[in-house]
């Protein structure tokens, strides 16, 4: 799989991914049924016949498992969506499957918050990336800091599959462990990041399903891990959504309450104000009027 990234690299392939929402638009615009190039393949997932790849690519994803059979024409298993000059593998679109992986808006908007966050602070010695996903934060963290220890977690093997590739193709060597937060890994770190799940999903799948009553509690798990965690002077970076619901942020009261009054200063910060508005329509979140996007950050104190 790597080699496949690598040869698409190297031929000037881009492709930024976009919502759900908008990729299930444009792939149903006329004409969009099939694939007419590369990108049609390895981003927009639509399918195509086999005479349109170049025979080396073909073999190179034949034999890394990327691409499947599909009544008379073929599919690719994965999206390569690309970042700068970064490419990063993750789930085929539509991404139905319960252990689906990751990639897309917020991806981007987390990784301008950390890297934003990066070119201010203070060197970390140990870092980790919670629910790693395609491997994003911890990929941005190696590069920036070659020296740091750096770890990324994922509760989902399939998410760590897609990280080691990924990891590979940044060039960077990052420790990995299947964990639920932190259970499986031990110590303190000065720098915690997690891009978690945010909304509540009844099917539970793992890339989507944020738990609790409106898709806030595996971001409260984060910030509990975090508070048990963080070496003196760390700090968590949490890119999370939160439900508005009349003006009031249900999220940052609880995390008020969490933090309490102790050796944790925070603040959070809204870095969009209305995503996925489309979650707005039934289920839990019919009662908010809309869903922000925000970075908390949490430094305990030295």
């Not at 790597?2 to 040869?7: D, H, S």
């Not at 590739?165 to 462990?177: E, R």
């Not at 959070?268 to 869903?291: H, S």
Request: with cysteine.
């Amino acid at each position: 799989m790597q080699q496949v990234g690598f040869t698409l690299l190297r031929g000037g392939y881009r492709f930024v991914c976009p919502t759900p929402e908008t990729q299930r638009r444009v792939n149903g615009r006329p004409g969009n049924e099939w694939a007419g190039n590369l990108v049609d393949i390895f981003g927009w997932s639509r399918p195509f016949r086999q005479d349109l790849l170049p025979v080396p690519l073909f073999e190179q994803a034949m034999a890394a498992g990327i691409l499947v059979a599909d009544e008379g024409a073929w599919r690719s298993r994965f999206r390569f969506s690309t970042l700068g000059s970064h490419g990063f593998f993750h789930s085929a679109f539509p991404t139905e499957a319960e252990d689906a992986v990751f990639f897309g808006p917020d991806s981007y908007r987390f990784a301008a918050m950390l890297a934003a966050y990066l070119r201010d602070a203070p060197s970390p010695v140990r870092a980790v990336d919670i629910g790693c996903g395609s491997g994003l934060g911890a990929i941005l963290i190696a590069q920036h800091e070659p020296a740091a220890d750096i770890v990324m977690v994922d509760i989902n093997a399939a998410a760590l599959r897609l990280a080691r590739v990924n990891a590979a193709l940044a060039g960077v060597d990052i420790i990995q462990a299947q964990s639920d937060l932190l259970s499986e890994v031990s110590g303190s770190f000065d720098l915690i990041v997690s891009n978690p799940p945010y909304l509540p999903d009844p099917r539970r799948r793992l890339y989507r399903n944020g738990g609790g009553k409106l898709g806030e509690g595996l971001s409260l798990a984060i910030v509990g891990t975090a508070m048990e965690r963080l070496a003196p002077g760390g700090t968590l970076l949490l890119y999370t959504g939160t439900a508005i619901i009349g003006g009031d942020n249900p999220f940052l009261r609880d995390v008020a309450s969490l933090v309490g009054l102790g050796d944790f200063v925070w603040e959070a910060v809204e870095l969009d104000p209305d995503v996925f508005g489309e979650e707005l329509e039934d289920g839990p979140l019919a009662v908010a009027e809309r869903i922000a996007v925000i970075c908390l950050t949490m430094t305990r104190q030295k």
